[in-house]
């Protein structure tokens, strides 16, 4: 109950952060050669494990994804069926890694640390010069990433096409901010799907 209870809530927090990124995210796909795609007419959802189930505790992130992937596949053409007679089965993952982005900046900030004057001589001239320099502020910023996979799997259990978008995560969105970020990220996962048939 306790690890079923940790799961939901860090999925929750998931979605609260993932889909932030809808506008910034890096989108990639890859496929299996050989497979005609075109053969592909319906689909289902498929059979988590039991330490799936627990890993997608989030039923409101659940509901949500699965809505989104069955609007953008429908109106690909694609039709949901019960049971084992669909030409394909679709599933979905969530991940988070910390990261670390070290950065510096040139503050130019005048009267720094660096700032020196002097007098002297140069030929048959005296006079003064001012002059500084400002070592470059280094600045580190901790943030999460995440990452959001579909998997496409044939009638035989086979990966045959992989879809995914990788960003930043962006928290303290509404929920209705939520929802439309969460339509975006999987449209734009999916919009290579099915892939071009190979010329």
Known sequence: MKKSFISGLWLAVVSVVLFGCASGVSIDSDHKAGVNFSDLKTYRWHEKSSEAKDYHGNDILDGRIHTAVDKELQAKGFSMVDGASADFSVNYSVTTQEKTDIRSYDTYSGMSPGFAMGYGRAGYRYGYSIGYSSAPEVRTVHYEEGTFVIDVVDGNDKLVWRGSAEGRLKKNLTVEEKRQQI?????????????????
């Open 183 to 199: 339509k975006d990220v999987v449209a734009k996962v999916l919009v290579n799907f099915p892939p071009e048939p190979a010329k």
